[in-house]
């Protein structure tokens, strides 16, 4: 014990060591760096080329100006800083002046509006994520790398002339993340992908998924612009097979239809979703699945689980600086569980399959319900350079969010009992010293039936990013945590490795609860050429359990890398090496640790389970 604890000391001040040299080394290498502007470096350098290519200047004071013209410049992937890699941009089709122009919410005969502008390039970099009704998220492509929009001096007296520069991405990719675990691939998730099919911002792929217990390979189809209108269209499915046998074993798919609040100022929104399920779900711990004992009868956690849904809402908005939105809509949602055909159920107990379904899997229901939904959020935007990406514009909402919904599950519209699903999620984001970011949130949800509240689940996260320490680096501290009781869907959850413990197994704990916390020290990019290098310091510390009272605090440290390649991707490439000080159920602390891959800097805030954290 006393040695496991010395371990940990003498890792823990390593790793503060080497964080103090990593600033240090990023602190002198930065000592020259530029003041900061309303653009990153990357977004002046393609504003001057395009001002050079057209011979415009920037007009200094546009405000009350008439808008004259437009002019809409998109540049190759490559630019003259990439070397001969400029030779690729003949395999890439850029996207057509024409689809930039018409997501563009400033138009000749308008008068210059510098928040539309904000608003605009924030809809041409990042699209609004899709959410559905059963948790899952859609993360439209982002498209472009760099995006800027200028007002321009005009020849016309009392006019000013817009100009948009955009930088494209690498449309055709191969994006992947993956997991390994004791010399074994325990994630990988890939995709072929073409982001911006014939330059028109639709996104076609062919994807790969595979974790512990199967894959699947499908296509996932996304058009923002239906026919030129602002409908929207997702369509995407998956065929699923179980990794040990090749053997086909279910298939999911996915149609969303929706015409979405594109601007602040929409006033009307619709949607149509619907989705179909027919999988297995497997519960791993280590390497294997999940023993579970039944009737004394030891069996592996694992059963075929069949989900249909459809949602279909209509949503009106209302305000200016401060928006409010109303959403009515019908939900159906039916659910049931199934034993798989190779069940070890035993000669002398025929009824083991049921037994185990009742107590491990989630109960058959069907759920029938309109519902209303408010939100109310501050139309405040702010600009960081390197939360997520480094030196590429992020944009985050600051300020406070709200959003309640009511629903009631009746057997008159055809659900099993009656009951009245309800949820509330309240939220607030600011920028201490105005280069920081901080955001606190709580998400509450119940369904109340027979007089019992019944599904309750609580979720709370908090994230703060320092500002920039001396221009070399950032602290960022996270923590989470998630409570269910009276749960009626067998939800669990599962922390280790991707999921919030990045040293441990994965799946290595499990429960009813949860709890993780993270600190990391991040230092600035390190420019070279195009690219943008950097590293972390981090700390990670949790445990899942059946009550907070049995949650044992499991702590991991490691380094990692972070590289953004912004031809590629408008977010970091992440390698972390992660070491385990304690012993879990799998896992065995010191060396050699583990290793994980993928993009972004923050995976874990990606878990918010109704998904109304305000990233973007």
Not at 29 to 45: D, N, T, V, Y
Request: charged share 20%; proline share 6%; net charge neutral.
């Amino acid at each position: 014990m006393w040695r496991s604890e010395a371990r940990a000391t003498w890792a823990l001040r390593a790793a503060l060591a080497a964080a103090a040299v990593l600033l240090v080394v990023v602190g002198s290498l930065r000592a020259r760096a530029e003041s900061p502007l309303s653009l990153g470096r990357l977004e002046r350098e393609s504003v001057a080329a395009a001002l050079a290519q057209l011979g415009l200047t920037v007009d200094p004071s546009p405000d009350g100006k008439v808008i004259g013209h437009v002019y809409v410049v998109n540049q190759d992937v490559f630019s003259s800083q990439d070397w001969h890699f400029r030779l690729l941009n003949f395999l890439h089709r850029t996207t057509r002046p024409d689809i930039l122009e018409r997501e563009l919410l400033l138009a000749p005969g308008q008068r210059w509006d510098g928040a539309l502008a904000d608003e605009s390039v924030r809809n041409l970099q990042a699209p609004p994520p899709l959410f559905f009704a059963d948790g899952t998220r859609f993360a439209a492509p982002q498209l472009s790398s760099v995006v800027a929009i200028v007002p321009l001096a005009s020849p016309v007296p009392g006019t000013v002339d817009v100009l948009a520069v955009t930088r494209d991405l690498w449309s055709l990719r191969f994006n992947t993340d993956f997991e390994f675990q004791k010399d074994t691939l325990s994630l990988l998730v890939t995709s072929l992908s073409e982001n911006n099919l014939l330059g028109w911002r639709k996104y076609l792929s062919a994807g790969f998924e595979m974790d512990q217990g199967r894959f699947g390979v499908g296509p996932t189809y996304f058009d923002p612009n239906v026919g030129g209108t602002r409908l929207t269209l997702l369509a995407t499915g998956t065929a699923w097979y179980a990794r040990d046998t090749d053997r086909y074993e279910g298939n999911n798919e996915m149609f969303s239809l929706r015409y979405p609040l594109y601007a602040l100022a929409s006033r009307w929104g619709a949607g149509l979703d619907g989705s179909h399920q027919d999988i297995v779900v497997r519960h791993f711990c280590d390497n294997r699945l999940c023993p579970v004992e039944v009737s004394g009868t030891e069996v592996p956690f694992a059963y075929r689980h069949l989900v249909l849904t459809a949602d279909a809402n209509l949503v009106r908005s209302f305000g200016q600086t401060v928006i409010q939105r109303l959403t009515a809509g019908y939900r159906f949602d039916r659910r049931r569980s199934l034993a798989l055909a190779d069940f070890p159920a035993g000669e002398n107990d025929p009824g083991l399959a049921d037994e185990f379904l009742a107590g491990w899997a989630p109960p058959p229901e069907m759920r029938s319900e309109p519902y209303l939904r408010y939100e109310l959020f501050a139309a405040r935007y702010r600009v960081f350079r390197d939360l997520d990406t480094f030196d590429l514009r992020e944009n985050r909402r600051l300020g406070p969010l709200l959003a309640l919904e009511l629903a009631a599950g009746m057997p008159a519209y055809g659900a099993d009992f009656l009951a009245y699903p309800m949820s509330v999620t309240a939220s607030w984001a600011g920028a201490p010293a105005g280069t920081g970011f901080g955001v606190a949130q709580v998400q509450a949800s119940a369904r109340a039936r027979s007089g019992q509240l019944i599904d309750q689940r609580l979720s709370a996260l908090f994230h703060f990013a320092s500002p920039p320490i001396a221009r070399a680096g950032r602290v960022v501290l996270t923590a989470t945590t998630d409570v269910i009781r009276a749960d009626t869907h067998g939800t669990r959850f599962f922390l280790g490795g991707n999921t919030g413990l990045r040293g441990y197994n994965v799946g290595e704990f499990q429960g009813t609860v949860q709890a993780a916390a993270h600190a990391e020290i991040r230092t600035a990019p390190i420019p070279v050429g195009s690219q943008r290098f950097g590293a972390v310091v981090f700390y990670d510390v949790g445990h899942a359990a059946a009550s907070y009272g049995d949650l044992v605090p499991h702590h991991d440290l490691g380094i990692g890398l972070r590289w953004l390649i912004p031809q590629l991707n408008s977010s970091v490439l992440r390698v972390d090496w992660a070491i385990p000080t304690q012993a879990g159920p799998y896992t065995q602390p010191g060396l050699p640790g583990r290793i994980t891959a993928g993009f972004m800097q923050s995976f874990w805030l990606l878990d918010s389970p109704k998904g109304y954290l305000p990233l973007h």
